[in-house]
Nanobody, 115 residues
């Protein structure tokens, strides 16, 4: 059983920063890619960032240069450092891990950016 628990969300002013954390438990291998997605009210869930086992990363164009994803394989943790936040970054942020053909999700953490 894989469980993902996000933390670190909150309310921040535009231009501010937040750091999200995701703790993974269960049968987790360092080779599994981990990532972040977000869902704003009335919109579909969208990709934010992903990091592979050896550290290669990919970002959505909307966050490139502002967000940084990282992972600590020894602790089964993945992080999302979010800088220069904009009101359009407001959403519930979800942690994701792909294991084989399965995707696992956390419960999400709310990020609200005020203008």
């Amino acid at each position: 059983q894989v469980q993902l628990v996000e933390s670190g969300g909150g309310l921040v002013q535009a231009g501010g920063s937040l750091r999200l954390s995701c703790a993974a438990s269960g049968t987790i291998f360092s080779s599994n890619p981990m990532g972040w997605y977000r869902q704003a009210p009335g919109k579909q869930r969208e990709f934010v960032a992903r990091i592979r086992s050896l550290g290669s990363t990919i970002y959505a164009d909307s966050v490139k240069g502002r967000f940084t994803i990282s992972r600590d394989n020894a602790k089964n943790m993945v992080y999302l450092q979010m800088n220069s936040l904009k009101p359009e970054d407001t959403a519930v942020y979800y942690c994701n891990i792909g294991i084989g053909l399965n995707d696992y999700w956390g419960q999400g953490t709310q990020v609200t950016v005020s203008s």
